[in-house]
């Protein structure tokens, strides 16, 4: 934070990054006065999943129980990173890729709709919903 200011995100994060799978993004700046200004914009997610190949990237099944693989059209290296999130854009899990062109997870999620990304340094690569059911 900077000392003459600081910001809150609409989902009440203050960090640099904020994730969410809602487009609408709002931020509230509140300088030192305590006068706040709230900005909203929204987003359009670009990826570049058709140069890396991840248009065949799948959820199966979707919908679940929790229970799900991700399979790649080629081994997912370790310098990605696969990430789950709530609506809400909370982050429930972080993995490295692990050389391998599928994984499973068994995560006993509550039933609902969370966002599944894989990123690189350079930025997002692929994200999808998936939906949990009872």
Same mark, same amino acid.
């Given at each position: 934070?900077?000392?003459?200011?600081?910001?809150?995100?609409?989902?009440?994060?203050?960090?640099?990054? *904020?994730?969410?799978?809602?487009?609408?993004?709002?931020?509230?700046?509140?300088?030192?006065?305590?006068?706040?200004?709230?900005?909203?914009?929204?987003?359009?997610?670009?990826?570049?999943?058709?140069?890396?190949?991840?248009?065949?990237?799948?959820?199966?099944?979707?919908?679940?129980?929790?229970?799900?693989?991700?399979? *790649?059209?080629?081994?997912?290296?370790?310098?990605?990173?696969?990430? =789950?999130?709530?609506?809400?854009?909370?982050? =429930? *899990?972080?993995?490295?890729?692990?050389?391998?062109?599928?994984?499973?997870?068994?995560?006993? =999620?509550?039933?609902?709709?969370?966002?599944?990304?894989?990123?690189?340094?350079?930025?997002? =690569?692929?994200?999808?919903?998936?939906?949990?059911?009872?």
């Amino acid at each position: 934070m900077n000392s003459g200011y600081h910001y809150i995100w609409n989902s009440k994060f203050n960090q640099d990054t *904020f994730y969410s799978a809602d487009p609408r993004v709002n931020l509230t700046v509140i300088d030192s006065n305590q006068c706040e200004k709230m900005y909203t914009a929204l987003c359009q997610l670009t990826t570049s999943s058709q140069t890396f190949g991840l248009e065949t990237v799948q959820v199966i099944p979707n919908p679940n129980l929790g229970t799900f693989t991700l399979v *790649f059209p080629d081994k997912l290296s370790s310098d990605k990173l696969l990430s =789950l999130y709530s609506v809400e854009g909370k982050i =429930l *899990f972080n993995a490295k890729g692990q050389e391998r062109d599928r994984i499973t997870f068994d995560l006993k =999620l509550p039933p609902g709709i969370y966002i599944i990304q894989l990123t690189e340094r350079s930025g997002l =690569l692929w994200q999808t919903k998936m939906v949990v059911v009872p």
